[in-house]
């Protein structure tokens, strides 16, 4: 099936590879000293996914399904990495970071929420 002529397996691809980058970019903000710019970024970004899907409708219907489900275990895996140079988190496995990050927990070394 063609959308547009460009084939429908192209536009999962392209969706993909989009949703790696929103989850990087999300991942990555709250650490950065341009999380504001960051997160502008990545808004965009799901809007750009948001359009496309609702332009391309029926035709690709797994696009907003797979951008959603990568975007967010991006985000999650890439939280989980950057938990690994924390000293408090340095000896807890993979597995635990995950669940850390997945937790509403503010990050240990966050200097915003230990100041309150």
């Known amino acids: 099936m063609t959308i547009g002529g460009i084939e429908e397996i192209i536009v999962y691809v392209l969706a993909f590879g989009q949703a790696v980058s929103v989850g990087l970019v999300l991942a990555s903000a709250p ?5 504001s710019a960051l997160f502008v970024t990545g808004l965009l970004l799901v809007g750009v996914a948001v359009v496309a899907g609702f332009t391309l409708g029926s035709r690709a219907l797994w696009i ?3 951008f959603a489900v990568v975007a967010c275990v991006t985000g999650v895996v890439a939280t989980a990495r950057s938990l690994g140079g924390d000293p ?3 000896g807890e496995s993979f597995g635990q970071r995950m669940v850390y990050a997945l937790s509403r927990r503010p990050h240990p070394a966050d200097p915003d929420e230990s100041a309150n």
């Open 31 to 35: 650490g950065s000293r341009h999380r």
């Open 64 to 66: 907003g399904p797979i």
């Open 88 to 90: 408090s988190m340095q």
